[in-house]
């Protein structure tokens, strides 16, 4: 599975839109790109997943690239609850490996 | 549904001694994986199990051992505790291991083991 590249930490007021950046150069085009968070310490809990469209469900957007190359989660009204570190994931039929992720915190 | 259950949620273990992490899933799903996960890092993978009756190794496999003798359960077994496997175990289950698969994974809210 190709590597994932995300910056280690990010910081968003709150109501205001989060975007989480993923590098993923050397992804294959039967990949998807995957995106979890992890809660303090719960376990981790999916968001969102796209193979080369954009994608929208009730908790954020992903947008990629039209090369696939880098993707961008969007939280478009981060809330203090939205605190946590967000999983970049790229895979086609393996198991997932998760990195260190970003940690996003909303602040007040 | 309750997903998938993790027990205990906490442990302190003395080196040397062994104990079962037991992990149950109520979805029917085909595949089930043991994580850890320590302070500050990324989750890595132990082993993981496409169905009942097999199992295979991830990445860091050393000091523990897995059964699957049912859909729902796979237990993770540490043997001769060392302070190493001081960490945060999660278990997942998913319907399906193809990227297309419907959510991905299911995680457990974890187990936190101390080896002292």
């Given amino acids: ?108 | 549904n309750a997903g998938v259950t993790q027990t205990p949620k906490f442990r302190i273990l003395k080196i040397g001694q062994s104990m079962t992490l037991q992990c149950t899933q109520d979805m029917n799903h085909n595949y089930m994986y043991w994580y850890r996960q320590d302070p500050g890092m990324g989750l890595k993978l132990i082993y993981y199990s496409v169905g009942a009756g097999i199992t295979d190794k991830g990445e860091v496999p050393n000091g523990y051992n897995v059964s699957r003798s049912t859909t729902e359960d796979f237990p993770l077994r540490l043997e001769l505790a060392a302070p190493s496997q001081t960490s945060v175990y999660f278990c997942a289950s998913s319907y399906s291991t193809w990227a297309g698969g419907a959510n991905g994974y299911t995680f457990g809210s974890g187990t936190r083991l101390t080896v002292v």
């Avoid at chain 1, 709150?14 to 310490?41: D, F, K, M």
Wanted: glycine share 6%; hydrophobic share 30%.
């Fill in chain 1, 1 to 108: 599975d190709a590597k994932t590249t995300q910056p280690p930490s990010m910081d968003c007021a709150e109501g205001r839109a989060a975007n989480l950046p993923c590098n993923h150069s050397t992804i294959s085009g039967n990949e998807y790109v995957y995106w979890y968070r992890q809660i303090h310490s719960q376990g981790p809990q999916y968001i969102i997943h796209g193979l080369k469209n954009n994608e929208t469900n009730e908790m954020a957007s992903l947008i990629i690239t039209e090369d696939r190359k880098s993707s961008t989660l969007i939280l478009p009204h981060a809330t203090l609850r939205d605190t946590a570190v967000y999983y970049c994931i790229v895979r086609a039929r393996q198991n997932f490996v998760f990195g260190p992720g970003t940690r996003l915190s909303v602040l007040p």
